[in-house]
């Protein structure tokens, strides 16, 4: 096996990954009111059992707040989409994959300023910012693999023309 097709094996293993993290992090957002029930019987907090009866209140009485946590659901969903391009073809599409970086450090001043604001304990937005900082881990190996990748798919420099004008313009006076 080539280095090329080694190199693209391995993104394409990595990218894999997080793409099957993403649809599992985005499906488990739509049945949250039965998960946080579960939840609450394992861990038992006052925090989860507080976020627990929050929820089964917005389920009977305003089941369309819900409805914002299946648009975050279909959006980790979208987004795994995506990263099927550096998948195909990775060189050409690394932007996806930066993209995925910016939005994993996104998430570290969207739970510090949002979490305050919503009254989120700050031990619960830690979680929520270790989700940016393991889905960096990922992206950030992927990138660098691809930066490789595409220096393996640069051509090499011409070799220098006869008559001793290696390294001019190749305009004469």
């Known amino acids: 096996m080539s280095e090329r097709s080694a190199l693209v094996r391995r993104?394409?293993?990595?990218?894999?990954?997080?793409?099957?993290?993403l649809v599992l992090s985005g499906a488990t957002a739509f049945p949250l009111?039965?998960?946080?029930?579960?939840?609450?019987?394992l861990v038992g907090s006052e925090w989860i059992h507080r976020v627990r009866a929050g929820l089964e209140e917005a389920d009977s009485s305003y089941p369309?707040?819900?409805?914002?946590?299946?648009?975050?659901?279909?959006?980790?969903l979208v987004i795994a989409?995506?990263?099927?391009?550096?998948?195909?073809d990775p060189?050409?599409?690394?932007?996806?994959?930066?993209?995925?970086?910016i939005a994993c450090a996104g998430i570290i001043p969207l739970a510090l300023i949002c979490g305050p604001v919503r009254g989120i304990p700050f031990g619960w937005?830690?979680?929520d910012m270790s989700f940016g900082v393991f889905g960096v881990?990922?992206?950030?190996?992927?990138?660098?693999?691809?930066?490789?990748?595409?220096?393996?798919?640069?051509?090499?420099?011409a070799p220098a023309l006869a008559g001793g004008q290696a390294g001019g313009s190749g305009v004469t006076s």
């Not at 989409?81 to 195909?88: D, E, I, L, T």
């Not at 881990?137 to 090499?156: E, Y």
């Open 64 to 76: 369309f707040l819900l409805y914002g946590t299946d648009w975050l659901a279909f959006a980790h």
């Open 137 to 157: 881990i990922p992206l950030l190996v992927v990138h660098r693999m691809i930066k490789r990748l595409g220096a393996l798919d640069v051509p090499l420099a």
């Open 11 to 21: 993104i394409r293993i990595w990218l894999v990954v997080f793409i099957v993290c």
């Open 125 to 127: 937005s830690l979680i």
């Open 33 to 41: 009111v039965s998960e946080v029930r579960v939840l609450d019987g």
């Open 91 to 101: 060189v050409r599409n690394i932007w996806v994959v930066e993209f995925g970086m």
């Open 81 to 88: 989409v995506a990263f099927y391009g550096p998948y195909r």
